[in-house]
């Protein structure tokens, strides 16, 4: 028997049944996850705890698995930072799926129905949002890459456009309607800790990005200057967690956590 020690704070899930199958008899095999899951892509199989099974089947749901092979691809075009960015994009996914006027969207909906599920399922969360939780941090990536020179979503010095960015969500996630009755909120919260701190006049003075840095990883920037591996509710800088109520979450003038 081998005997290997992972990282502090990293957690187990079991490898999928269907490859430990085609590879032959033998015992079951472990992954080392920093999330509570993992999904297998060739056999479309969600890794993790589902209530009293380790593994569920993604068959009926396509785009999660889609969302996974983007999410890898994420990772590698931004680099580190790219945790913080899901992260925090999963925060605000639980925050939508919390509260009533997102909770119900249809996606959501017709996921929990394909797994046979109620929306009391805390631990399934992360399977029904997994595609917005992909899709919002690649949105907040291109707002972070024009914060990294001072620059807003729109690529100018001046001003920040934050109200067009998240319109520009919403239509990426089709929820406009939904964000524009109260998910808007969520989005607000984020970027009042991830605003610009550069001054106009060093805005207006600075070099313009180099070419091609948008192929480029991402440096960290502030709140997330010190990055560590760790569940994504521990690496955001929004500070509700699943399963409490959202009237507790407060905040400050400055954009942090109260």
């Known amino acids: 028997m081998r005997v290997v020690v992972w990282p502090q704070g990293q957690g187990v899930v079991q490898q999928c049944e269907l490859c430990c199958r085609a590879a032959g008899d033998g015992p079951p095999a472990w992954l080392v996850a920093v999330q509570a899951f993992d999904v297998c892509r060739r056999h479309a199989r969600w890794l993790g705890c589902a209530g009293s099974r380790s593994q569920m089947s993604l068959e009926g749901l ?94 100018q010095t001046t001003r920040w456009h934050t109200g067009r960015w998240s319109r520009w969500v919403g239509e990426r996630l089709g929820l406009s309607q939904e964000l524009a009755a109260g998910g808007e909120r969520a989005l607000h919260l984020w970027l009042m800790a991830h605003r610009n701190s550069v001054p106009v006049v060093a805005r207006l003075t600075g070099s313009p990005p180099p070419p091609g840095y948008r192929a480029q990883q991402m440096r960290a920037l502030a709140p997330h200057q010190r990055l560590v591996e760790a569940p994504w509710e521990q690496m955001s800088c929004l500070p509700w967690r699943l399963g409490e109520p959202m009237t507790r979450v407060t905040w400050d003038g400055e954009g942090f956590p109260a």
């Open 62 to 155: 396509p785009e999660v698995v889609l969302a996974h092979e983007r999410r890898r691809r994420f990772e590698r075009r931004v680099g580190p930072y790219g945790q913080a960015l899901l992260a925090d994009a999963f925060q605000v996914s639980v925050y939508w799926w919390s509260c009533s006027q997102m909770a119900s969207t249809d996606g959501w909906a017709r996921r929990e129905a394909v797994l046979g599920l109620t929306r009391r399922r805390l631990w399934a969360v992360p399977i029904v949002v997994y595609p917005e939780v992909v899709t919002l941090a690649e949105a907040m990536a291109v707002r972070e890459r024009q914060r990294c020179y001072g620059r807003g979503f729109d690529g």
